[in-house]
């Protein structure tokens, strides 16, 4: 039996044996996750040393504090009634502000979250920040990164296992841990991202609902998004659902979300 054939035995072995918590999609995560946090606390320290970090006594760096430990407590509180507050084992939360214009933010395994000043003057207020850091802390709850990886292990380097991969080859490790939580390299792996976004829209939004935050604010964040303009992909090419598509799957799902309000 050939690693190919070896790798996709195990794909679907393990493909029934977890659900994405809210919407409830069957995905596979072969890899450890204390595996991925560990790897994801080394390269958070690594990525802070080299760049600015906003003082937390800083206005936007207390807000970034503040939105993050109310959504991470929601968090923590859907998870418990689930059932599935194993999704955050071995979760050390921190909430970080830097500078950089590029818009945009993210949160690596075990809840290690940046946000860019870049990002701010659309976020606009805090609700408009909840919105950003909601959808981001989903996409680690919901393992995404953990799904990518395990793909990109199985194209890349050969199905082998991420710890005889960190082992053997470090570099590739790192980098393929990189891909994981950025860009994919095809349109295959684009595809599955465009999935993963519209998932982490739909649980950002019950987790920010949650944390006390209108979800209704969702869609006009998205709206300020777009305006920004500049060239766009053609969306089959893109690894983020059009502004338009965004918008309307949002309003979609904003009954469900708003039961979760208070």
Not at 54 to 79: C, H, W, Y
Not at 102 to 126: L, Q, R
Request: positive net charge.
């Amino acid at each position: 039996m050939t690693k190919t054939v070896r790798l996709v035995f195990i794909l679907l072995i393990f493909v029934s044996c977890s659900k994405v918590p809210i919407t409830g999609r069957k995905q596979l995560n072969l890899l450890p996750e204390s595996q991925l946090i560990g790897m994801s606390n080394t390269q958070y320290t690594q990525f802070l040393s080299t760049n600015k970090k906003v003082e937390n006594t800083k206005p936007d760096a207390a807000m970034v504090q503040r939105v993050g430990s109310k959504i991470a407590k929601a968090v923590e509180e859907f998870l418990k009634k689930d059932g599935s507050s194993k999704r955050v084992a071995g979760f050390n939360w921190e909430f970080n502000l830097v500078e950089d214009n590029t818009v945009n933010a993210w949160c690596m395994p075990g809840g290690k979250v940046v946000v860019y000043t870049g990002i701010m003057s659309v976020t606009k207020d805090e609700a408009g920040l909840a919105v950003v850091m909601g959808h981001e802390i989903a996409h680690a709850i919901a393992r995404h990164g953990n799904e990518r990886m395990s793909q990109q292990l199985a194209m890349q380097a050969g199905g082998i296992s991420l710890s005889v991969l960190t082992s053997d080859q470090p570099e590739l490790a790192r980098g393929l841990f990189s891909q994981a939580y950025g860009l994919g390299s095809n349109l295959g792996i684009l595809a599955y991202s465009r999935n993963h976004e519209s998932e982490a829209d739909k649980l950002g939004l019950v987790f920010m609902a949650m944390a006390g935050y209108d979800p209704r604010e969702a869609p006009k964040f998205r709206e300020r998004m777009s305006a920004l303009g500049g060239q766009k992909p053609p969306e089959m090419l893109s690894t983020h659902p059009s502004g338009e598509t965004r918008i309307s799957e949002l309003n979609d799902f904003m009954i469900e979300a708003l039961k979760y309000y208070n």
